[in-house]
């Protein structure tokens, strides 16, 4: 009983987590589990079989994959809103990548079986699921292409931008919440080339670093130096 009301308040009070539920069968919404990850700890594993979905109600989440031999390369990073498993969960396939919580995390918990009795009930989350894998997809493939074409002082700081502008993974003292290896893996690079970036946008006044931690100071400036990185 305590999980079912755990979960009903979190719909209640979660708008993107109510969009997702709002229509789920009583009789499937009791199977949901509420669970939580501490930073750091891994919540999927790449090569292993897919046996649950996960929906993240709170936190970050680092989506990545690892190379045979060791060299990481993140794919995402995940918020709110969004999940784990659509793509391997429905033939059991094993992950394609892992994920690794950022922060503390919250997530809901659905097994396969529940899960696909849940997709043959209700057409919204089907709709929806369909919609948020399309906008995925599109995501990885700019990301991808941004990879490819465009300097790593264009790339970091289109992205903070993008942090400042929608309100993502920074907090009310625009401090970004990721560390500089994940921002390093994210951007597929070494952290010695983040680094050397950081410290000339540091003398720039357009970020500080406050124990070690990126702090975003002048959105201007860092629009200027993006259009000029691009160049």
Partial sequence: MDNINNLIAIIENNPL???YLKNCPYQILRCWSVINFRKKQKIIAQGEACTDF?????????????????????????KEGNYLGEL????????????????DVRLLQISRENFLRWMEVDRNIENLLLRNVCSKFYTLSVKAAADSFYS???RLCEFLLQCAQQHDYIDKNQKLMLNKSALSSYLAVTSRSVNRVLK????????????????????????????????
């Fill in 17 to 19: 987590i109510y969009e």
């Fill in 54 to 78: 996960y929906l993240l109600e709170s936190g970050l989440v680092d989506v990545n994959t690892v190379s045979e031999d060791g060299k990481q390369y993140s794919h995402a990073i995940y």
């Fill in 88 to 103: 391997e969960i429905f033939d059991r396939m094993e992950y394609c990548c892992s994920a690794t919580a950022l922060t």
């Fill in 152 to 154: 790593l002082k264009y």
């Fill in 200 to 231: 000339e946008l540091k003398e720039k006044e357009i970020v500080d670093i406050v124990n070690g931690s990126i702090v975003l100071k002048n959105i201007g400036l860092m629009q200027k130096e993006l259009e000029k990185s691009k160049k």
